[in-house]
């Protein structure tokens, strides 16, 4: 039964642990395993392969989705991506090239500002696309394409389960534009299929990880501010960190780019300030650990998520280990989503706070 927390405390628990099956029945709406093919199941009134531009607008979480996925449009399509939040978009007049992509991400379908962003695109001569887990929903019925997340019902207010599809649907597109617009040959089609088909195997790996974040968890419970630093994609993952953090346990918590600390941040670390770094071990890694060494030389109390390897290399004792599998880089931003959101359901757990409905936040805002 959907609407039943089963044997979980929480809703978000509850949510947490569907992801290996929801991802992998949403990726079955979009992927081929057998032939290694990205493959939709309608035709699409626009072509990525003349596509100049994306716009994204979004809100809360699924603006997150949105961030990461700019990184992979443009590393891997080579696609421009436009994004902001849909409170901040749907004011501020941007030109707009005719003919252009625009793309939605809401798990409701019905968020007041993403809406008005959607008939701003409109208006303004754009595909109308969204990635939606309501296929109902108002937005869902406005767009010319609708890529639906598998999610089921999400109830928890902090958005999890409906993340990490949006994240598997976003991921799909991005493989079949790559593709499209001649940036990758069939063999390496199937090689990133192969190991998009190994997501829900990962995610069952990390989930296997809640035992050993809940003993950090009981500890940040006690403190009043946490930072979250990530570089490239583990960036938007900080981001949605701080966002899940503050959501469910009310403790203040901000995001940065690893690689701005200098320009601000590193004025707040002192031995009462945990760091959550993301970094799993990839082409950044080494600049974002010498960031975290900046934190640990100043006394703040690290917590460093990455894999076998990114924990050989770490050299700083007095830290923090979340040691993931060893996944494919592409992956990384999914199967990381996984700690950051265990993390904040232990920390609030032990806060005692109302994980599922918390205070002052609505599960879709439908007003201004
Ligand atoms: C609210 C929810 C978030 C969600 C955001 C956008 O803030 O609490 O979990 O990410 O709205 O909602 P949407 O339904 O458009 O994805």
Redesign the pocket.
Known sequence: QVTSKGNYKHFMEKEMHEQPEVIQHTLSNYIDFASGKVRLKSELPFSFKDLRRITMS???????AGLVAKYWFERYARIPVDIDVASEFRYREAPMEEGGLSLF???????AD?LASLRYCRENGQHIASIV??QEST?ARESDAIFPTIAGP?IG???TK??TC?LSVLLSLVILAARERGKITVEEEAELVQAVSELPKFIRQALKLSEPITHIARRLSKVDNILYLGRGTSFPLALEGALKLK?ISYIHAEAYAAGELKHGPIALIDESMPVVVIAPFDGSYEKTVSNMQEVAARDGQIILITDEEGAKHNSLEDCDVVVMPKVPEILSPIVYALPIQLLAYHTADFMGTDVDQPRN?????TVE
Do not use: H, P, R, W
């Open positions: 979004a809100c809360g979480t699924a603006y997150i991400i809401s798990q409701s379908g019905e968020t993403t887990n309501v937005i999400e207010v902090a958005s409906a993340f949006q959501e936040l609505a599960k879709s805002v």
